[in-house]
C-alpha cells in the first residue's frame, strides 16, 4: 500500500517537534538557551547532592531565602551551587548545608546563572568519562557513523513498493552513482563535525584568569638630625647608616599612592626589633589612621629607648643578640568592592636595618615596593589547532551547525533520489532484470526477417536465459519496450504506460 504525503511526513513533523521542545528545555546559555548543566563535586550540599551527581541549572525568577541556585564564585574562580541563607542590601548570603560557615561571596541577581530543576544521581562520573577527549571524538565519530549508514544504505522495498524504480533505464547506474558520492561526502562531512563537535563538548567553556583590578605603592624614607661634621650637607637622609652616637631618634615617613577603587583604607607604621636567638619585640610608632587614594603616615623612631630596651635584654639574659634586624612595617588595610569584586586586602611593605652597639644601617636600597591585587575573571576558553587557536564556543557551535548541515544535505539527497522514481510495472521489469537489460534510443529492424510480439515479460525473460542474450530496452514518453534478438529473429514485449491525463489523475 501506497504512502500518503501525511503518513510521509508525519515523522518528520514528530522529529522537528521533539528537538525542539528539547532545544527549549535544555538548550544552553552558550547557544541562547537558559539551562546549565553541571557536576557537584563536593560534600557542601550533602546530603541533597552528593559528589558526582548531574545538577541541572535554568535560569528564573530572581532568588529568594532558601532557593538553591548557581553562581560563579570569584573567589573560588568556579560555579558553586549552594541556598540562599538570606539576603542583605539586594545582594544573596549564600551557605552549603553541610557548612558550618557561609561563603565569603556577596552575590548579585544578575550573577545567579540558574535555579536547581533537577539533579540525578552519579551520572557525573559517566559524564565525565565522555568528556575526555578521547571518549567524546570516539562517541562523535561512532554517532556520525551511525547516521550515515542509517541514511546510505538503500531502503529495503517491501512487497507494496515494488513499482518503485528509476526512469527509464539509463538512470539506476547515474543515479546509484551520485548517490553514493553524495553520501560519502555527507558522511564525511558528519564525522568531521562530530569530531569537532567532541572536542568542544569535551572541554569547559570558560576558564580562569585572574585579572588586576588595582596596584598599591609604598615609598619609605627617612631622615635623622646630626651634626654637620658627621653628614656633609645636613641631617642623614634615605640610604645613610645611622650612627647612634650622633642622633636619638629617626623620623620616618611612607608615602601611599593606589590607581583606582574608593575603598575603606587604613595605614600604620610599627617597629620590629628581632634577635638573632629568637627574641622579638614590635613598637607601634603610629596607629592606624584612615588611608585614601593617596596619603602620607609619619612616625618617630627613639633610637635611644631602643638602645636602652637591648641592653637591658642582655643584662638580664646574659644574651647578646647583636646585630638586631629591625623591620619598619607599614600595616594597610583596604575594604570595599571594585567591579562587582569583593575587597578584603592586607599588605605590609618593609623597611630593613641591622641595629648594632654603633650604628642603624639599612639593609636594603629597595625603599619603593608595589603590589597588584587582583581577582578571578572568566573569559571564553580556546583551543590550540595549530596555527590557530579558536575558543571552545566557536568550536560547539561549528560541530553542531555541520551536523545540522549534514543532516539537511542528507534529507535533500533522499529528496532528490526519490523524485527521479516513477510508479509502474516497468520499475518492477527493471529490478527483475537489473544487469541483464541495456537501454537504447532505437533498435533497427529493417533487415529483420521475423518479429514476435510477446504476451508477457516473463516469456521474453525466458528466451533472454535461452538465447543468453541482453534485454534491449527502449523508451518512448510512457511507453516502453523490451526486445531479444536471436539470429533474423526479434522477439519484441510492448509495456504501454498511463496516458498523460490519467497520469495527473492518478
Keep these: 500500500m501506497r504512502r500518503t504525503l501525511l503518513t510521509r511526513l508525519l515523522p518528520t513533523v514528530i522529529t522537528v517537534g521533539l528537538v525542539a521542545a528539547l532545544w527549549v528545555t535544555l538548550a544552553p546559555p552558550q547557544l541562547g538557551g537558559r539551562t546549565m548543566l553541571a557536576t557537584s563535586y563536593g560534600s557542601s550540599m550533602e546530603p541533597m547532592l552528593e559528589r558526582g551527581d548531574v545538577l541541572i541549572l535554568r535560569k528564573g525568577d530572581p532568588a529568594e531565602v532558601g532557593d538553591v541556585v548557581g553562581y560563579h564564585s570569584a573567589l573560588l574562580g568556579r560555579l558553586v551551587v549552594h541556598r540562599v541563607h538570606r539576603i542583605e542590601d539586594g545582594r544573596l548570603v549564600m551557605k552549603g548545608d553541610n557548612n558550618t560557615f557561609l561563603d565569603p561571596d556577596l552575590v548579585k541577581q544578575s550573577e545567579v546563572v540558574g535555579h536547581l530543576a533537577l539533579h540525578v544521581p552519579a551520572a557525573g562520573f559517566l559524564i565525565e568519562e565522555v568528556r575526555k577527549p578521547q571518549s567524546a571524538a570516539a562517541f562523535g ?71 588586576p583590578l588595582f596596584t598599591q605603592k609604598g615609598t619609605f624614607s627617612y631622615s635623622a638630625p646630626a651634626a654637620g661634621d658627621v653628614y656633609p650637607g645636613g641631617p642623614a637622609g634615605t640610604g645613610d647608616t645611622i650612627f647612634l652616637a650622633a642622633t636619638r631618634s629617626l623620623a620616618l615617613r611612607f608615602d601611599y599612592a593606589r590607581t583606582a577603587g574608593d575603598l575603606a583604607g587604613s595605614a600604620g607604621l610599627v617597629a620590629d626589633v628581632e634577635s638573632t636567638n629568637g627574641w622579638r619585640h614590635s613598637i607601634t610608632l603610629e596607629p ?13 623612631l627613639d633610637l635611644a629607648a631602643v638602645r636602652s630596651l637591648l641592653d637591658r635584654l642582655e643584662a638580664r639574659t646574659g644574651l647578646v643578640g647583636a646585630p638586631y634586624d629591625v623591620r619598619i612595617r607599614a600595616r594597610i588595610g583596604l575594604l570595599g568592592e571594585i567591579r562587582g569584586s569583593a575587597i578584603r586586602e592586607t599588605w605590609s611593605p618593609e623597611l630593613r636595618f641591622a641595629l648594632d652597639a654603633v650604628t642603624l644601617a639599612p639593609v636594603r636600597e629597595r625603599i619603593a615596593q608595589t603590589r597588584t591585587a587582583t581577582a578571578a575573571r572568566m573569559i571564553p576558553a580556546e583551543v590550540a589547532l595549530g596555527p590557530v587557536t579558536p575558543t571552545v564556543r566557536s568550536l560547539r557551535l561549528l560541530g553542531i551547525a555541520g551536523l ?56 521474453l525473460i525466458v528466451l533472454a536465459e535461452e538465447y543468453q542474450r541482453l534485454v534491449l530496452h527502449q523508451q518512448h514518453g510512457t511507453d516502453h519496450t523490451y526486445t531479444v534478438v536471436e539470429g533474423g529473429t526479434v522477439y519484441r514485449y510492448l509495456l504501454h504506460g498511463p496516458s498523460p491525463a490519467l497520469a495527473v489523475a492518478a
Design 141 to 211: 565519530v561512532f554517532a556520525a557513523f551511525f547516521l550515515v549508514g542509517f541514511g546510505g544504505g538503500r531502503r529495503r522495498r517491501d512487497d507494496d513498493d515494488d513499482d518503485e524504480v528509476e526512469v527509464d533505464g539509463r538512470g539506476p547506474s547515474l543515479r546509484v552513482l551520485w548517490h553514493g558520492h553524495a553520501l560519502w561526502a555527507i558522511g564525511s562531512l558528519a564525522v568531521a563535525a562530530a569530531v569537532v563537535a567532541a572536542v568542544g563538548f569535551g572541554r569547559d567553556a570558560e576558564s580562569s584568569v585572574r585579572a
Design 288 to 300: 592606624a589612621v584612615k588611608l585614601g587614594r593617596k596619603g602620607t603616615v609619619t612616625a618617630t
Design 404 to 459: 545540522v548541515l549534514a543532516s539537511l544535505l542528507f534529507a535533500l539527497v533522499t529528496l532528490l533520489e526519490r523524485r527521479t522514481r516513477v510508479p509502474g510495472a516497468a520499475a518492477a521489469i527493471a529490478r527483475r532484470l537489473r544487469h541483464g537489460m541495456v537501454d537504447v534510443d532505437s533498435i533497427d529492424v529493417s533487415e529483420v526477417a521475423v518479429v514476435v510480439d510477446l504476451g508477457s515479460i516473463d516469456e
